[in-house]
């Protein structure tokens, strides 16, 4: 069974930036697509980036030039680096692990963006 834990959320000013780690359990990570997503209040879960086994990132385009994916596949672990944050951006962001089409999600971490 996959464990993602997903880490560094929390309350910034518009303007500033935020790293989010997820930490994935197991030995799958290195094969697996992992991406992040986000959900803001009554809105649907929404793709922020996506990063191959390979290391090749495609990013939504809410997120293209401000975020960047990257895996680290010696720690089992993926980050996503935010900046120029948005009170828009505030929202649930999740981890997701995608092998073979199946998928597992981390517990979300939260992510306001106010002044």
């Known amino acids: 069974q996959v464990q993602l834990v997903e880490s560094g959320g929390g309350l910034v000013q518009p303007g500033g930036s935020l790293t989010l780690s997820c930490a994935a359990s197991g030995n799958i990570f290195r094969t697996s697509v992992m991406g992040w997503y986000r959900q803001a209040p009554g809105k649907q879960r929404e793709l922020v980036a996506v990063i191959s086994s390979g290391g090749s990132a495609n990013y939504a385009d809410s997120a293209q030039g401000r975020c960047t994916i990257s895996r680290d596949n010696a720690k089992n672990t993926v980050y996503l680096q935010m900046n120029s944050l948005k009170p828009e951006d505030t929202a649930v962001y999740y981890c997701?692990?995608?092998?073979?089409?199946?998928?597992?999600w981390g517990q979300g971490t939260q992510v306001t963006v106010s002044s």
């Open positions: 997701n692990l995608n092998i073979r089409g199946y998928e597992y």
